[in-house]
């Protein structure tokens, strides 16, 4: 047995925290570390933002959790304002992303349902995709790693090349009740749907009246240069998962909807115990505060354009360890010639905190508050650790 009292789901890097402020992880002996991985895009507004320590603080000295037997005025407010601002017409909270695609799963199947059509179950999936690590999500994701040893996989996913419109055609069956997609690939490797491609889906749903149901869980909030990723292509879906950046680091997650889509989840079909309490609310309004200020998204993708161009200057000056920028706004990724996980080992001896991603890719998702300093600052920081796996490189062979 190991030292460990936890499960070893996890191979965690041999680090630890005492605290964050803005950009920066400290260490217990007061190491800095550049953080451009934000929790996985979670830390949106960076560590310890003073507008989300305030919204949390206050709220957990008036009151914590009611369930959902009462109202509760934060997601009735925090749920106008996401529906303000998108699609949407009904918002169901939850603690997690996976949740929120249960939701929108569940909320695409009892559509048909209220229908009349209970034989329209299954979605459509995309190779490469991530969905989160219930029985469900692994199954919509299709990664064989994740659905291996865990029994029958759960039935009602059918899975699709990326961007293989002709496949996809193919598989929408009398059974097909939605397509489920990431407008970009988050895990698969920073891979964007090009807009004629989620132009396609909407045509394909809207013809065959199937659900189109997007995954903004990594995407959402402002990570890509708009509140949403889907309105760079102008295709609107009728579902829609978040989670991730809506919290700041508070678990929240959310599923919204159209009216129409959300006509079969009716009083007691869906449920949470802590989807939705008083506490992820203040703190998700208080993102939405400051997301939603004028020139917020302006700003980030300002900060943006600077990260892809010094990227790409990096990628011309290493091409043995780099191949090319990818992403947008904040959500960038870097394909890389030499093992990712070498890669971020190396940024990691710069003090610069990245995630791998499939595809050989590294995910840059600094919080969407880091300064233009600390760009050029991450930047400094990849090129030193480039020059080490060159040196490293030629030394090998
Ligand atoms: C992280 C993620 C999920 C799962 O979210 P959890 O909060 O870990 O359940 C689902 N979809 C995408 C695209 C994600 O990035």
């Known amino acids: 047995m190991s030292g460990s009292a936890l499960f070893e789901t996890f191979a965690r890097a041999p680090l630890a925290f005492d605290r964050g402020e803005g950009s920066w992880l400290v260490t217990e002996d007061g190491e800095r570390y550049l953080d451009f991985a934000a929790g996985i895009a979670v830390n949106s507004l960076g560590h310890s933002h003073p507008k989300l320590v305030a919204a949390l603080t206050e709220q957990a000295a008036k009151l914590w959790h009611v369930s959902n037997l009462y109202e509760i005025p934060g997601q009735e407010r925090l749920g106008a304002r996401l529906v303000e601002n998108s699609f949407a017409d009904r918002v169901f909270f939850t603690n997690s992303g996976a949740e929120a695609l249960e939701c929108a799963i569940k909320t695409a199947r009892r559509y048909h349902y209220a229908k009349g059509n209970p034989q329209r179950f299954r979605t459509i999936t995309f190779e490469g995709a991530f969905h989160g690590r219930t029985l469900a999500t692994i199954a919509a994701g299709g990664q064989q790693k994740y659905i291996d040893g865990f029994g ?88 829609m998962a978040i989670a991730k950046g809506i919290g700041g680091g508070f678990p929240l997650g959310a599923c919204l909807a159209t009216e129409r889509a959300a006509m079969g989840m009716t009083a007691g079909v869906h449920g949470t115990t802590f989807g939705g309490n008083p506490l992820a609310m203040a703190v998700g309004n208080a993102v939405l505060d400051v997301v939603l200020e004028d020139g917020f998204l302006q700003a980030v993708n300002d900060k943006a354009l600077i990260a892809k161009q010094s990227l790409a200057s990096v990628v011309d000056e290493f091409p043995e360890i780099f191949e090319e920028v990818r992403g947008s706004g904040l959500l960038l990724g870097l394909k890389c010639k030499v093992p990712n996980t070498a890669v971020t080992a190396a940024l990691r001896d710069e003090k610069l905190l990245v995630v791998p991603a499939g595809d050989n890719v590294i995910r840059l998702l600094p919080p969407l508050t880091v300064s233009d300093e600390e760009i050029r600052d991450a930047v400094a920081r990849i090129h030193a650790a480039a020059t080490v796996l060159t040196e490293a490189k030629k030394a090998a062979s």
């Open 152 to 239: 029958p996989k759960v039935d009602g996913f059918d899975q699709v090349p990326f961007g293989d419109v002709a496949a996809l055609e193919n598989a929408i069956g009398p059974e097909t009740a939605a397509i489920l997609i990431e407008p970009i690939q988050g895990e698969g490797g920073i891979r964007p749907v090009p807009a004629a491609f989620m132009q396609k889906l909407r045509a394909l749903c809207d013809q065959h009246d199937l659900m189109l149901i997007l995954d903004e869980v990594q995407t959402g909030i402002g990570r890509s240069g708009k509140l949403f990723t889907y309105e760079w292509s102008g295709v609107s879906p009728d579902i």
